[in-house]
């Protein structure tokens, strides 16, 4: 029998399930060197939060085959490490969505009707009514920021409580939101009308710090404040001030940017905050259902199975991968610039690609591009096995294809996306040259960069004198530029300016390139 080594605890029932198949060693409280000591004697390994997997520890591990994360993050498992050894990693990104949801609407409920000030009052000897007075949500309209599993979940909820919701998430088109039962909104109008705001987004370079202090005073003064995702989401400081200033009626948090939260925090003076210790998940049935959908999954892979739920990327062969990585992480990046160059949601994409090289595995190829555009549209993380399940559950329409090289492009490989919205069509194209990721082009328009680094995309009316009017902005503003590429079509007509920065632009600096002449958009990327 395989032997698996449990290092925190788990529910009994999926203690139970392991043992059927495996020989299980319970060891908690593991240390790093300890870990290391003890894991190169097992083929099965089972974590949570607390033990960290490092490359260290899989170079030890000679028989380890998987690595099971008893629930949704797997931030404290080095991936890649894992990959290069050929070790799968799985997690349960489910099992604890309906106790985060329930968990939510507890929040929001608690906040808005004051129960945990109305008891600490009566415990201290206090028949506080007036002071406690809430109000109803009957009626109210609740903002959530992201239609993932949870968010979806709440939807479902609050609409039983006689909720009018609507929902912002950038990779859920409008006719996908209708089908939740829910409103699609822009960002602004979301934050502008909304009674309450929950946000359900992962972490991600793109959503961190995402509502700061712009944001929040876009809210009316008498909304409420939800987050039980990620803690990094928004801005701390910020929401503490607005509701010491009676600017935001109330917050109700479960997360927090540092855990456990100092005892310093500035949302501990706020009278009108509800605070948990991160606790959304943590109910017995969360914890029952995590811990048989991990077991299940690290007995399958033990077993030759294919699991429900794997997290790293596929086992290549060495010439594989020496070949079609690169290709992967180009169209991953392609992915990525039109996620960051904004727009409405997606309807569609397909893939094109041509040469050899860059059609070995073709379906790779298009679920490597879906990373790169869902990376912070869901709550699991996005990886190449569940990202095109991912995008068919917000209603995008994928293809892939081989494509015979054209005449027109020129290039001995070519990956080509073909990305569709309500309202327009994209097409980026990108190569490997000098064994670089290469963007070669946007929109039609024909140019030649690595794709790597801090970007400034930029569409204009050509006229004279506008490139030298934006080198003025940046020279003036400290930014240095390290290359610049200009595509056009037509002398006079619409064209695309890319610089490569050293530097981000301030929203202000930002704001004065938009303010020159000709200048119709203008997009920070970073890839």
């Known amino acids: 029998m395989p032997r698996i080594l449990v290092t925190e605890s788990i529910a009994q029932e999926g203690l139970q399930l392991l043992r059927q198949e495996a020989e299980v060693d319970v060891q908690t409280g593991l240390v790093p060197s300890a870990l290391a000591s003890a894991v190169g004697s097992y083929e099965g390994l089972i974590i949570r939060s607390k033990t960290r997997v490092t490359e260290e520890v899989f170079s030890v591990a000679s028989r380890l085959i998987v690595v099971g994360r008893a629930g949704t993050g797997v931030d404290n498992v080095d991936l890649d490490a894992a990959t290069r050894r050929g070790i799968v990693v799985v997690n349960a990104p489910y099992g604890n969505t309906v106790s985060v949801a329930e968990h939510t609407l507890g929040m929001l409920l608690a906040l808005v009707r004051h129960i945990p000030r109305a008891d600490s009052a009566l415990r201290r000897g206090c028949w506080e009514k007036q002071c406690c007075q809430g109000v109803q949500v009957r009626g109210k309209g609740l903002g959530l920021v992201g239609l993932g599993r949870v968010g979806t979940a709440v939807a479902r909820r609050a609409r039983g409580l006689e909720m009018e919701v609507i929902a912002y998430d950038p990779f859920v088109t409008p006719d996908r939101a209708v089908q939740f039962g829910v409103q699609w909104v822009s960002w602004e109008e979301l934050l502008r009308t909304s009674d309450f705001v ?32 990620r803690g990094s989401l928004l801005d701390e400081q910020a929401l503490a001030e607005a509701l010491l200033e009676g600017r935001l009626a109330g917050a109700a948090l479960d997360v927090f940017a540092e855990e456990p939260l100092p005892s ?9 905050a509800v605070l948990t210790p991160h606790l959304a998940g ?13 077991a299940q999954q690290v007995l399958d892979v033990l077993a030759g199975r294919i699991p429900r739920y794997p997290v790293n990327a596929p086992s290549l062969s060495a010439d594989e991968l020496e070949q079609l990585g690169p290709y992967l992480d180009l169209a991953q990046r392609l992915g990525s610039l039109h996620a960051q160059l904004g727009g409405n949601p997606l309807e569609a994409l397909e893939v094109a690609c041509a040469g050899e090289v860059a059609t070995q595995r073709v379906t790779l190829i298009l679920s490597a ?58 097409v980026l194209a990108g190569t490997i040259l000098r064994a670089e990721p290469h963007i070669v082009q946007i929109d039609g328009h024909w140019l030649d960069f690595v794709a790597g680094g801090l970007l400034l995309v930029s569409q204009h009316i050509e006229q004279p004198g506008i490139l030298g009017r934006m080198g003025t902005v940046l020279g003036n503003a400290g930014v240095n530029i390290h290359f610049v590429q200009v595509g056009r079509q037509q002398r006079g007509g619409p064209g695309l300016l890319v610089l490569g920065l050293d530097d981000p632009l301030t929203p202000e600096v930002l704001a004065q390139v938009l303010a020159l002449p000709s200048i119709r958009s203008a997009r920070m990327v970073r890839l």
């Open 198 to 229: 929950s946000l359900h987004l992962p972490e991600s370079e793109h959503t961190r710090g995402m509502l700061g202090r712009r944001d929040l005073a876009l809210m009316k003064s008498s909304a409420y404040l939800i987050n039980c995702a």
């Open 264 to 272: 310093d925090h500035p949302l501990l003076r706020c009278d009108n």
């Open 282 to 294: 943590s109910t017995a049935e969360a914890q029952r259902d995590t811990a048989v959908e991990v």
């Open 369 to 426: 591009a879906l990373v790169g555009l869902l990376a912070g549209a869901s709550e699991e993380p996005v990886n190449w096995i569940n990202a095109q399940m991912v995008a068919q559950e917000r209603g995008i329409a994928i293809a892939a294809r081989h494509e015979p090289l054209r005449s027109t492009a020129g290039w001995a490989n070519l990956i080509e996306l073909r990305l569709r919205t309500d309202s327009q069509e994209r």
